[in-house]
């Protein structure tokens, strides 16, 4: 079973940043990062894989979240800038349960999760 740990969050003010970190335990391709507030659904933020054009964004992120990775490390990385106060989440990484080349945001194709971390934003 494939554990994934985050790190990295914490609390900061508008316009700031802060860099996730999601380490493996074992191989991945497609890893995702994802977040959550209470009471509205899990939604994407960014995913990498191992291929040419090899990352997607949520149309929020985009510009601002730079999503990458160290295979060496098993680590994958969410760098995230001029963050805003409704950036402010549980982040969590997931990993897809095939190890395929792609990306989505379709939760039901993350089998592995790890346990989340906080990130919050004020203004």
């Known amino acids: 079973q494939l554990q994934l740990v985050e790190s990295g969050g914490g609390s900061v003010q508008a316009g700031g940043s802060l860099r996730l970190s999601c380490a493996a335990d074992g191989y991945t391709k497609s890893v995702a990062w994802f977040r959550q507030v209470p009471g509205k659904e899990r939604e994407g933020v960014a995913c990498?894989?191992?291929?040419?054009?090899?990352?997607i964004y949520d149309d929020d992120a985009k510009g601002r979240f730079t999503i990458s990775r160290d295979n060496a490390k098993r680590t994958v990385y969410l760098e995230m800038n001029n963050l805003k106060p409704d950036d402010t989440a549980m982040y969590y990484c997931?990993?897809?349960?095939?190890?395929?080349?792609?990306?989505?945001?379709?939760?039901?194709?993350?089998?592995?999760w790890g346990q989340g971390t906080q990130v919050t934003v004020s203004s």
């Open positions: 997931a990993a897809k349960t095939r190890l395929v080349d792609s990306c989505s945001f379709t939760i039901d194709e993350f089998g592995f």
């Open positions: 990498i894989y191992n291929g040419v054009r090899s990352a």
